[in-house]
């Protein structure tokens, strides 16, 4: 299982970057995928998640109506669109999944927004 993110970088506040996780080695299309994201000297949180197909797609109330998450069953990506991007969204953001029981993580990707 390998889950790899990109798409970070530096931001300006109120700008938009979309972040990218491929994923291989499993049946993506069957997984339920989530964005989670680790501030300087903070926990990780929980971003958003999508599940395999239909139904409600949940937020962090800190980016409900800033951010969508969608995915791309056809190539093994799952996305993150961030817009009116906040310096309080800076942060390493990784990509999860968890199979039968067992929590995958990518290496992350840094989102930075500064002026």
């Known amino acids: 299982v390998q889950l790899v993110e990109s798409g970070g970088g530096l931001v300006q506040p109120g700008g938009s970057l979309r972040l990218s996780c491929a994923a291989s080695?499993?049946?993506?299309?069957?997984?339920?995928m989530s964005w989670y994201r680790q501030a300087p000297e903070k926990e990780r949180e929980f971003v958003a998640a999508?599940?395999?197909?239909?139904?409600?797609?949940p937020y962090a109330n800190s980016v409900k109506g800033r951010f969508t998450i969608s995915r791309d069953n056809l190539k093994n990506t799952v996305y993150l669109q961030m817009n009116n991007l906040t310096p309080e969204d800076t942060a390493v953001y990784y990509c999860?999944?968890?199979?039968?029981?067992?929590?995958?993580w990518g290496k992350g990707t840094l989102v930075a927004v500064s002026s």
């Open positions: 999860k999944t968890i199979l039968n029981g067992t929590v995958y």
């Open positions: 999508i599940r395999v197909a239909g139904g409600q797609t």
């Open positions: 080695g499993f049946a993506f299309r069957n997984w339920l």
